[in-house]
């Protein structure tokens, strides 16, 4: 039997991940749950409680083994996935260790840059602009795009269920683009990942037992950043999006907003970014006496309705098409404007 070519169909691979993410998130529940992680100094935690920060591990893990099961992926992935694994292993080694800043900094640089010079993939940013030095500027810009991708995943990692049901909810939304316009390789890839995070609910869901923890949030945020440059939109009648503006860029604004949102707040009291604190909009949400439950259902329902919004202007004339995208760029900035306005949870 040659292994090479062993391959399940998706539906397989799919039952496969799940059980694997649950198998696997609860050995590392139980071999993690009398862990004693070294202190992190002057941050602000929702709860004192402690929560094993170790589920990404076990869903990155299942992940890669059963986009295995699919056959042989093509090259570009599968180099990906091995930078994929890198950056998790250096987030498991930040939630044992707690390294400077700067350092996961220059770890997160080096893991990004390498696949996408290597597979020459990136946003195309210059032709944007109008300008030409070689896709140097296109490399920093996509670079950039994935780190903040990864960080802004990380950074929603801050209560329990919200870092599964938002970057399930990306997933669905690259499943259907992606299907959409036949670029199956990249669905299948999307669902895989998002039944890893599916078994990992299990164990997420209010009151946690497990979170993702760096290892995770950062893995994840990696390949739906790849992803979202590896999609190619370049319909032939549709010129509202190209492949240097393509929808699957609007349907990160979640995470997106509530980085933005504590990062701006931080600065401008004068606290360290980097520095954990509940000033994300689900703390300020909590705030306001919402529950955590009903906090991931207005999570869950914004996504959707964006989502949405999106998809319509899709299969609509290029006028309303620029009308919808125009709207939920004001959409985006209302929410930050409201969401920065909301009192920060103490």
Sequence with gaps: ????????????????????????????????????????????????????????????????????????????????????????????????????WYLKLIFQIIIVYIPLYNLNIFINFESLIGIDVNNSLNYIVSTIWIMLIMNAINFIDNMDGLAVVVSSAICIQIAVLTNYLNQYKL???????????????????PPAKLYFGDSGSLFIGFCLGFMSILYNWAPEDI???TSTLSPILLIFSVPVI?????????????????????DHISHRLLGKG??????????????????????????????????????????????????????VLT
């Design 187 to 205: 669905t299948d890839i999307s669902i895989l990942l998002l039944c890893a995070i599916g078994g990992f609910l299990f164990f997420n869901f």
């Design 290 to 343: 919402f529950s955590e439950k009903k906090v991931l259902s207005i999570f869950l329902s914004y996504s959707i309705v964006t989502f949405v919004l999106i998809y319509v202007s899709i299969f609509t004339s290029t006028q309303i098409s620029y009308l919808i995208i125009g709207s939920l760029f004001i959409l985006y900035f209302l929410t930050y404007l409201i969401s920065i306005r909301l009192k």
């Design 1 to 100: 039997m040659n292994l090479s070519n062993f391959q399940i169909s998706l539906t397989s691979a799919a039952l496969v991940t799940i059980f694997l993410s649950i198998l696997f998130n609860w050995i590392t529940l139980h071999r993690t749950k009398d862990f004693i992680p070294k202190e992190r100094k002057n941050e602000e935690r929702l709860s004192s409680r402690y929560v094993p920060p170790f589920g990404g591990i076990a869903c990155s893990i299942a992940f890669l083994i059963s986009s295995r099961l699919l056959g042989q992926a093509e090259s570009n992935f599968l180099y990906i996935g091995f930078f994929a694994v890198i950056i998790s292993i250096i987030g498991l080694l930040d939630d044992l260790y707690n390294f400077k």
């Design 258 to 278: 509530d980085f933005l949102v504590v990062v701006t707040y931080r600065i401008s009291i004068g606290k360290s970014p980097t520095i954990g604190g509940t």
């Design 239 to 241: 010129t509202v999006y």
